[in-house]
């Protein structure tokens, strides 16, 4: 069975810029969720999409955003990058509710 | 806000030795308490989870135990083995929705 798949692994961007990622969830998984993870910050909670619907969000500014097709992957985008917004990008799905999560490898954004 | 603490930030330990790392959490609405481990350049993996109606849980090596009343969970290693040096994390809230603890560095020296 096919993780969760995460692209592209490393991206260069320069600030101003805006960037997609994308993730594909474990097959039959309908929740995608985004974590940030900076080495000053930690692991941070962005935003939780479900059946294309986004149900949580976490405390970024609005230059992040998100959304989920009918497939159940989903795409981040990050609109005017600053140097701060370099990190490692996770996305995690799970089943749905009350089901654990599993994450992919992550997509590494450096602004330059 | 939701936060949660987490000791050791570094642990290292001897083959065999067992390790053990502690979270204290904010948010006694809680009801879900998993743990996961972080290699070099992969994503975190879920190496054991608990639930709140639950006070210990073992898989093999690794149990973890929760105390609700103290809002206290941790994360027990058993003969650890060098392949176990990584971060783990622990992490409480809602399945979709996870704050995280600021991680802990293992190493397991031959």
């Known amino acids: 069975k096919a993780g969760v798949t995460q692209t592209p692994r490393y991206l260069i961007k320069t600030r101003g810029q805006q960037v997609t990622l994308s993730c594909s969830p474990i097959?039959?998984?309908?929740?995608v969720s985004w974590y940030q993870q900076t080495p000053g910050q930690g692991l941070q909670f962005l935003f939780e999409?479900?059946?294309?619907?986004?149900?949580n969000k976490g405390n970024f500014p609005g230059r992040f955003s998100g959304r989920q097709f009918s497939n159940s992957r989903s795409e981040m985008n990050v609109s005017t990058l600053e140097l701060g917004d370099s990190a490692l990008y996770l996305c995690?799905?799970?089943?749905?509710?009350?089901?654990?999560?599993?994450f992919g490898q992550g997509t590494r954004l450096t602004v330059v | 806000g939701e936060n949660v603490e987490q000791h050791p930030s570094t642990l290292s330990v001897q083959e065999g030795d067992s390790a053990v790392i502690k979270c204290t959490y904010s948010?006694?609405?809680?009801?879900?308490f998993p743990w996961y481990k972080q290699e070099l350049g992969k994503g975190p993996q879920l190496i054991i989870d608990?639930?709140?109606?639950?006070g210990e849980k073992k898989d093999q090596r690794i149990a973890v135990t929760l105390n609700k009343t103290a809002k206290h969970f941790s994360l027990h290693i058993t003969e650890t083995q060098p392949e176990d040096s990584a971060v783990y994390f622990c992490?409480?809230?809602?399945?979709?929705?996870?704050?995280f603890g600021t991680g802990t560095r293992l190493l397991v020296s031959p």
């Open positions: 097959s039959g998984h309908r929740s």
């Open positions: 995690a799905s799970s089943l749905g509710d009350s089901t654990e999560a599993f």
């Open positions: 608990i639930r709140s109606n639950v």
């Open positions: 999409y479900f059946s294309e619907t986004q149900r």
């Open positions: 992490a409480f809230g809602g399945f979709q929705k996870l704050v």
């Open positions: 948010d006694s609405a809680s009801n879900y």
